[in-house]
């Protein structure tokens, strides 16, 4: 097969070959440089991915299974299941790489193509039963501290306002992204000052921690009708505050709609009541312009590689600041 070559013959003995699996194609790894191939098993189709190399680390990754089978275990049904390797364990290393195979999850996400309050409800309770389940399990699942992301986010802002005098004054040329870029750093200079001390205000508030995902967006979230039958893509799980799941989620459904914003907080509210309102919405706000801020980086400051088309990585940079000037009214 086409693929085949390009998996190692360790991954094949360790992982493919203990479970009789046949691999039909390789799908799309999205932009973090994974790797996944769609497969067959006797158990049914599975996905077999090749992490990056420079993340997770062999220690990260097992603490995701660890937190994914706890979902299992309780009757989440819409989590991946982890297939094991030959020697029993959940994932296997081919020296520079890490390989895992998992449940390939039913469902197409399409809720941009097709919104509905039912699926946008039935996202946000399932999100929200998820957390319940990790919130509920004992450490190192759940504990109190600082909140990682708050940490995190005001310093990236931070640093951000710092170097903004100097991107202003970087020659952008004929740059395809000029408009773009120029979009960015206006909204960084309005938005950025105002931000950072709402941030600074809660970085010493200890609150209540659990393993949450990081980034669930629309891409990650799978319909079958208006069911959600999967939930994917866990490489950037970790334990945080949930807040930033709820802000994540909501701001890639409902980007530019408060009114069903607020429909898909209240449905997360009836599973789960132990998030605040306010940290919900600055958590959309500053993840929102730092992003923008990320793809000014990507696509003009620092230039890197996508594989992915250009007008893919235009639309999503194009998608933020339209919710950011929708912000500022």
């Not at 989590?79 to 030959?86: E, F, G, L």
């Not at 004992?138 to 992301?149: A, I, N």
């Not at 009836?270 to 990507?298: C, K």
């Amino acid at each position: 097969m086409r693929t085949h070559y390009s998996i190692p013959e360790t991954i094949l003995q360790e992982l493919v070959a203990p479970n009789s699996i046949s691999l039909e194609q390789l799908a799309s790894g999205g932009l973090s440089g994974a790797r996944v191939w769609r497969c067959q098993s006797p158990h049914g189709p599975v996905a077999l991915r090749c992490w990056p190399a420079v993340h997770p680390s062999s220690e990260r990754l097992g603490e995701i299974h660890a937190a994914m089978f706890v979902a299992r275990q309780h009757g989440v049904q819409f989590v991946p299941a982890i297939v094991m390797n030959r020697r029993g364990g959940s994932f296997t290393s081919d020296g520079k790489h890490l390989w895992e195979v998992t449940q390939w999850m039913p469902g197409t996400a399409d809720y941009l193509a097709a919104p509905s309050s039912q699926r946008l409800q039935a996202a946000m309770r399932a999100l929200a039963k998820l957390h319940r389940t990790w919130q509920e399990s004992p450490q190192p699942l759940t504990q109190t501290g600082l909140s990682p992301t708050i940490i995190e986010r005001r310093q990236k802002l931070e640093y951000c306002l710092q170097q903004l005098p100097h991107w202003t004054h970087l020659p952008l040329g004929e740059s395809s992204h000029r408009g773009l870029a120029l979009q960015t750093m206006q909204h960084l200079a309005a938005y950025g000052p105002q931000l950072l001390p709402q941030l600074t205000s809660l970085r010493d508030q200890p609150v209540p921690l659990h393993f949450v995902l990081r980034d669930v967006w629309s891409d990650h979230v799978l319909f079958t009708n208006d069911r959600v039958t999967g939930i994917i893509d866990f490489g950037a799980a970790r334990v945080d505050e949930p807040a930033t799941d709820v802000a994540r989620l909501l701001g890639s459904l409902e980007p530019f709609d408060q009114g069903h914003w607020l429909v898909g907080w209240e449905a997360y509210r009836t599973v789960n009541p132990h998030v605040e309102l306010d940290r919900v919405r600055l958590l959309d706000r500053v993840g929102t312009l730092l992003s923008a801020v990320q793809w000014l980086q990507w696509l003009v400051l620092q230039p890197r590689a996508f594989n992915a088309p250009p007008n893919q990585l235009v639309e999503r940079w194009q998608r933020l600041l339209r919710r950011l000037e929708l912000n500022s009214k």
